[in-house]
């Protein structure tokens, strides 16, 4: 049996963009004043969030649907929902 790498893995998956985000900062200030880390831009697999500056970028389209930063997120910041029906992330087993 073979064994991928993470990066190899992640060729495989293709995404099915909607035009709207699926994922929420609920409160930017919070990001900007209460999270030292900015602790999403870490343990996201997808590098969702990019911090710019003084406000936390979302790329949604590259989210993998993992839903940790539903849990993860400190402070309870971010507003997480599946994609709407037929979007989101493809996974292609190979
Ligand atoms: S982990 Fe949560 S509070 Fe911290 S920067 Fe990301 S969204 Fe903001
Ligand atoms: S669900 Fe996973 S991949 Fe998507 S934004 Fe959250 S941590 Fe990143």
Redesign the pocket.
Known sequence: MSTKTIEEKQYLVRFKCDTKSHLT?INHD??NT??D?????VFCPGEV?K?EGTR?QVGYEGCHECGS?RI????Q??KWEYPKGGHGIVFRLA
Request: charged content about 20%; some cysteine.
């Open positions: 900062i919070v990001c209460k999270c880390d900015k602790l999403c831009t969030y911090w936390m930063c993860a997120c400190p402070e910041n971010i």
